[in-house]
C-alpha cells in the first residue's frame, strides 16, 4: 500500500509560479514512475507530466513543456512540479499518481493517486 499526498497548491497571478510536491509513505519502490496530472471542473482528468522511476527521463504534455518541470528526490519519496509562467488555463485541481510501470500518460496505468491539491490562477 502507497499513500500519496500533495501540497503547494494556492492562488496566483498569471505568470506567477508555484511548485507542487508529492510526498509518499507505505511501501514504496524506487522504480515507481510517478504521474502529475490535473482536472478542471466539467473536463476530463488531463496528463501533465511524467517522470521515471530511474528520474532519467521524464515528459510533458504540450501545455506544459518549457513551462513546468518535473523532477523527484528519490531519497525523501518527493516528487515535485515546478510550475512557471502560470496561466488562468491551468487552474486546476493538481493529482500526482505512482505505478510500477515505465511510464505512462494514461491515468489507468497508475496504481496510487494522492487527493488532489488545488492550484488558482487569476488573470
Known amino acids: 500500500q502507497v499513500q500519496l499526498v500533495e501540497s503547494g497548491g494556492g492562488l496566483v497571478q498569471a505568470g506567477g509560479s508555484l511548485r507542487l510536491s508529492c510526498r509518499a509513505s507505505?511501501?514504496?519502490?524506487?522504480?515507481?514512475?510517478v504521474g502529475w496530472f490535473r482536472q478542471a471542473p466539467g473536463k476530463e482528468r488531463e496528463f501533465v507530466a511524467t517522470?521515471?522511476?530511474?528520474?532519467?527521463?521524464?515528459y510533458y504534455s504540450d501545455s506544459a513543456m518549457g513551462r513546468f518541470t518535473v523532477s523527484r528526490a528519490s531519497a525523501k519519496n518527493t516528487a515535485y512540479l515546478h510550475m512557471t509562467g502560470l496561466r488562468p488555463e491551468d487552474t486546476a485541481v493538481y493529482y500526482c499518481s505512482a505505478g510500477n510501470i515505465i511510464g505512462s500518460m494514461n491515468p489507468i496505468e497508475y496504481d496510487y493517486w494522492g487527493p488532489g491539491t488545488q492550484v488558482t490562477v487569476s488573470s
Open positions: 507505505g511501501t514504496t519502490s524506487e522504480w515507481y514512475s
Open positions: 517522470i521515471s522511476g530511474s528520474g532519467t527521463s521524464t
